[in-house]
């Protein structure tokens, strides 16, 4: 340990000689015993670091996920030692939770990544630093190692990064270009639902652009809209579009009401079964790098079809 650091909390200072390490981890291998200082355990976090003793960190091999790796098709954008950046279709959820025990983002990558994924907080499966939607197709990025985790959800956290999504509304937003700021949270009525609310909740921005609008013009009866968020909460753009009267078309939540027969036509004939809501954009610097990386996802089939079929009426 350096002179500098003598009087910092340890795992403090510990975090800060090992910047590829998260200081919760750090936490938990001193909990388990696996910081030594002078050969001795170091299991309390907050004593004082001992300026010129010597402090060895163990690791021990990432133990198994408890999700086991699914020989499931990817579309990987790109990938190196770091992260896995992947085009995800819609209907595949991001992460096990209760009624989707399997067949997620995770475990496809934990069976595409194999033995290169050096483990999060000791175990062997990817960083999810940020989610879509079951039923959002598009990009997502991926950590495989603790040290890109931890740098992409600073990143995340600090809102530097490029999202912008396509959604197909019903009707079109007005202004047709603009900022919605709100505050997002559980709604008061169904807690399965997220909410514009008036106190508590999260700040979420989200600026938007209608790209092109079909039907009349002076009353559109859908369009096609860009989104580009700075906040990334929960159902931000579903809801953000539903409460600018313009949900995204095939929102079984937040849709509020049936489309013009035309669209429910077009929605039909285009074989979409979910919100028409699309991650296009995915723009940040390489966690370790800091190399400048961007990502483009053209329309999935779904989407594509029924936005051919709206520019006819």
Do not use: W
Request: charged share 20%; hydrophobic share 40%.
């Amino acid at each position: 340990m350096s002179p500098e650091a003598a009087g910092e909390r340890l795992d403090k200072a510990l975090a800060a000689a090992l910047p590829e390490m998260s200081r919760a981890r750090l936490q938990a291998l001193m909990a388990e015993g696996m910081v030594l200082c002078e050969g001795e355990p170091a299991r309390d976090n907050s004593a004082k670091a001992k300026g010129g003793a010597t402090y060895v960190v163990l690791i021990a091999p990432p133990v198994p996920a408890e999700p086991q790796g699914q020989a499931i098709p990817l579309t990987i954008l790109y990938e190196d030692d770091q992260i896995v950046v992947v085009d995800k279709p819609a209907g595949m959820a991001a992460h096990p939770a209760p009624g989707t025990p399997d067949g997620t983002l995770v475990n496809a990558l934990i069976h595409h990544c194999g033995a290169s994924l050096s483990g999060i907080g000791g175990v062997a499966r990817p960083g999810i630093v940020h989610r879509l939607d079951k039923d959002t197709s598009g990009v997502m990025v991926a950590a495989k190692t603790d040290a890109a985790h931890k740098a992409l959800s600073k990143r995340f956290a600090a809102h530097d990064i490029e999202r912008v999504y396509i959604a197909l509304t019903r009707g079109a937003p007005e202004p047709q270009k603009g900022t919605v700021t709100t505050l997002i949270g559980r709604s008061l009525h169904d807690r399965k639902k997220m909410a514009v609310l008036k106190s508590g909740g999260r700040e979420a921005v989200t600026h938007y652009r209608v790209e092109r609008v079909f039907g009349p013009e002076a009353r559109p009866t859908a369009a096609r809209v860009a989104c580009t968020l700075e906040t990334g909460r929960t159902h931000q753009i579903r809801v953000h579009m539903a409460s600018k009267g313009a949900p995204c078309l095939g929102d079984p939540t937040y849709g509020s009401g049936p489309p013009a027969e035309p669209v429910r036509k077009a929605i039909a004939a285009s074989g979409l079964e979910r919100q028409a809501l699309h991650a296009a954009v995915l723009g940040f610097d390489h966690p370790t790098t800091g190399a400048p990386l961007r990502f483009e996802s053209p329309l999935p089939a779904d989407m594509a079809a029924l936005e051919a079929l709206l520019g006819k009426l």
